[in-house]
């Protein structure tokens, strides 16, 4: 029996140690409970930066369709360049027809006074 006693005395001390750290646990528990984390200022930091990056995105996506409507207007020749080109070579085609023309007359005379110089000595004998 002495043996049964301190059996029963060990898992009384057992059963009362246990309950203690439930209790402590209790009030441990309670104060976890207790603590509230205040997340509202984080909430609104977090808001006021993806706000923030919507507008940068917002300003990259203006620009970039900016640049994309420039890049579709722009031209490697400029359009007066090109006109000032092609009213040089019209001017040009017309000079060169022109002088070339001159040249086909120049001939025809030289042709006709040649003639004439053939013909004006055999006419004078």
């Known amino acids: 029996m002495k043996k049964l006693d301190a059996i ?7 059963i009362n140690g246990f309950q203690n750290s439930i209790k402590k646990l209790e009030g441990l528990s309670k104060g976890l409970n ?9 909430e609104y930091h977090l808001k006021e930066h993806l706000r923030h990056q ?4 917002s300003n990259n996506n203006r620009t ?15 359009k007066w360049l090109l006109v000032l080109f092609l009213s ?14 001159q ?4 001939n025809k005379k030289e042709k006709a006074i040649a003639i004439k ?3 004006g000595p055999q006419n004078q004998q």
């Open 103 to 106: 040249v086909v007359q120049l």
């Open 8 to 14: 029963m005395e060990l898992l009384t001390d057992e």
């Open 117 to 119: 110089e053939k013909m």
């Open 54 to 57: 919507e507008r940068i995105q």
């Open 88 to 101: 040089l070579l019209i001017i040009l085609n017309m000079v060169m027809g022109y002088l070339s023309f």
């Open 34 to 42: 207790e603590v509230k984390v205040d997340t509202s200022k984080l």
């Open 64 to 78: 970039f369709n900016d640049i994309n409507k420039k890049l579709k207007r722009a031209k490697l020749i400029p």
